[in-house]
């Protein structure tokens, strides 16, 4: 009997010291004000709103400074942005960690007016910045509309 009130007691002891030293949830970072405009999910064409995919509907879902690139709602891509909103147009890097391009960065600019987006990415690894929101050559020029706006 006293073996099985020691074995019970070490185990609430456990348990008590497992509960008092697991770390305590961190509140999530607040975005940062240039981030604010960008946030929700972004459902981005042509500038003439073409499609941009042949087979379905390109998305770019926004969450703080994190994005993911979805194809027909299946996330394709993820990555980091960074923003520099001193230059005009805006600059952007997004930082891409997965999917076809991962490891590379690709550079553009972006102008955000409402619930429109307007931006020009070039190719990821290219290490020229679009000046402009024209398409050319290793220039991908494209419109978002704000989903559920």
Do not use: H
Not at 32 to 56: I, R
Not at 86 to 100: E, F, H, S, V
Not at 124 to 140: D, H, N, S, V
């Amino acid at each position: 009997m006293t073996r099985f009130v020691t074995f019970a007691v070490v185990l609430l002891v456990a348990a008590t010291a497992a509960a008092q030293t697991t770390p305590a949830q961190k509140a999530p970072a607040p975005t940062p004000k240039a981030f604010a405009p960008l946030q929700g999910t972004w459902v981005l064409t042509g500038p003439e709103g073409q499609p941009l995919m042949p087979d379905g509907e390109l998305a770019c879902v926004n969450t703080g400074d994190k994005y993911a690139q979805t194809v027909n709602g299946e996330v394709n891509e993820t990555g980091t942005i960074k923003l520099d909103p001193a230059t005009k147009p805006m600059a952007i890097d997004l930082i891409i960690a997965d999917g076809q391009d991962g490891g590379k960065t690709q550079l553009g600019v972006i102008e955000v007016t409402g619930d429109t987006l307007k931006g020009a990415l070039s190719v990821p690894g290219e290490t020229l910045r679009p000046t402009g929101f024209a398409a050319g050559e290793g220039i991908i020029a494209f419109v978002g509309k704000k989903k559920g706006k």
